[in-house]
């Protein structure tokens, strides 16, 4: 399991074993880069040992507050604070105290009970295996099947894959394996397992009293905050500068707190996306030494797409094309920092994605119409989605009657696949969770919080933390968010939507921030973002791997689907200029397959 973890740990390596039970861990040296920091780490006694991934940002005021309570210490790094804290508090006193990213495991041998942490919004993973009275955990379901913890591939899991390009965190792509959920402790004692939640984000007051400039004066102050926080660091600190509202604020805090930091663009020259020049002139406003890192666009926009890397920096199939770039600037930056500060969390809180801003006047929409508005809709909807210009309105409609049960079904995702018959017998005739969710008018009136939780448990969670997590760990590079914050979060989503789509802007908030220090030009300027145009090269200069589909495919050979079905939607797609997302998906899962083949072969065992 250990050399499974060493690109995510590759400054040292520890064992520690009592009867029965065993920690080890991969160190990626952030604080305390002697041996004192050294992992695992165990009380005077070796009673209590512990293993952890993340910062504790606050362990410095943690410390000091047990230090005077008596407890004496041996290192200058945050690890040790969890077994002096959980020695004084108990996991359940513990725990809230701590103000991070975080994911740790902690042996308390007289008691023969190990305790499982992680953290409130799942920044950090952390997976299990619980067979018989014996459980196995790691950071990643790699790690976990390197040593013998997981079973064959999971169908349910795979369809959640095919549907939205990941497998969310309800599942997990491997049977005998689980996630343990954000914000939750699960303690294992003798072969007994409890779970619970230790924290929950307040929802939203539509009856507030605040007004739209305190919001905007609150916010910029827990920012200032939650970047201060994040400067503790005994290695070199970037930070990414995309040009984009997010990381603009964290460069601009960076600024006001007169922090010795470079920030960083990846520069890819030639692409309409490429956003260096605007992100050299906001780090020049800023007065922050910058630097632009080229990515090699010859190698970036090769012949063949990096599958082999996707499956070796992600355990599970994913799709994310973002992850690409993510991956990408990773290796860019790393040569320069082993921490970097991103802008990762501000459209999720507060509000930054268009369906945030359609719910919102699906929603209003919802209040005014009539109770018999569904029944109606009902019979002009076949009529209205028979018209190709109308089907986007019709979409709009659906969230307005159906609320949260028409917004699960809105992606193409399975039907794409059924509409051509393309699931073998382990998926034929199967569905996913967020498909089956009936539809609601009741829903529909409160759909911005509805949709918050939907994206938060979906899209957040399962793919964007697993991307970020994923592609910057591959390279041995901390990310840290600042708009990840525990406390921006809990402020943030108390605010209603009205406030977050002040002016009818989404993100309005943090816009006005940067309007105010930093101008309107970047203020207003439309979003970009890092990301490879899959669809566009899989019709073009990556079709090659494309047609891989049409040829033997573990897909076909192992069930999963149907070989002519799949050669003749893969024929269907090669005719136009971009491909459907859906074979991407199945282009990585076939290769997802191999390398598990491969690794299984290499292990002596087979899938």
Known sequence: MLPALARRGPDAEGFHAWPGAGFGHRRLSILDLSPAGAQPMCSEDGSIGVVFNGCIYNFVEIRRELEQRGHRFRSQCDTEVLIAGYREWGIDGLTPRLHGMFAFAIWDEPQRKLTLVRDRLGVKPLVYSLEGKRIAFASTLTALRAGGFAGAPDPQSALEFL????????????????????????????????????????????????????????????????????LIS????????????????????????????????????????????????????????????????????????????????????????????????????????TVLLTGDGGDDVYLGYPFFLNAWKAQKLARRLPPGSPELWKALRPLVRGIPSFRRAANFLDYAVGGIGAYGRVRQGIPYFEQRAMFGDRLRGGNVACRSIPNSFESAKWLVA????????????????????????YYSLEARSPLLDQKIWEFAAQLPPSLHFHGGRMK??????????????????????????VERWLASKWSGALKELQGETLLASEGWMESAALSRAVAEALTRDEIPKQLWYALVFERWLRAQKSRAGVAGSGL
């Open 163 to 230: 549907d939205s390009g990941f497998v969310t965190e309800e599942r997990s792509i491997f049977a005998g394996t689980r996630k343990l959920p954000p914000a939750s402790i699960l303690e294992w004692q003798d072969g007994q397992t409890a779970e619970r939640v230790y924290w929950q984000l307040p929802e939203a007051d539509e009856q507030t009293t605040i007004t739209f400039d305190e919001a905007v004066e609150e916010t910029e102050r827990l920012l200032l905050e939650s970047v201060r926080l994040r």
């Open 234 to 337: 005994d290695v070199p600190i970037g930070a990414l500068l995309s040009g984009g509202i997010d990381s603009t604020l964290v460069c601009w805090a960076l600024s006001r707190l007169n922090a010795d930091i470079r920030s960083f663009t990846v520069g890819t020259p030639g692409d309409p996306d490429d956003e260096s020049t605007q992100a050299q002139q906001i780090a020049r406003h800023l007065g922050i030494p910058h630097q632009i890192v080229q990515i090699d666009s010859a190698r970036q926009a090769g012949q063949a797409p990096p599958l082999d890397l996707l499956t070796e920096a992600y355990s599970e199939p994913f799709g994310s094309t973002s992850a690409l770039g993510m991956l990408s600037v990773s290796e860019a930056v790393r040569p320069n920092a």
């Open 450 to 473: 509805d949709v918050f939780q939907f994206h938060r448990r979906m899209h957040f969670t399962s793919e964007f933390m697993t991307k970020v997590d994923g592609g910057t760990m």
């Open 508 to 533: 309005a908030i943090l816009r006005e921030i940067v309007r105010r220090h930093v101008g309107p030009e970047v203020a207003f300027r439309q979003k970009q973002g890092f990301t490879i145009p």
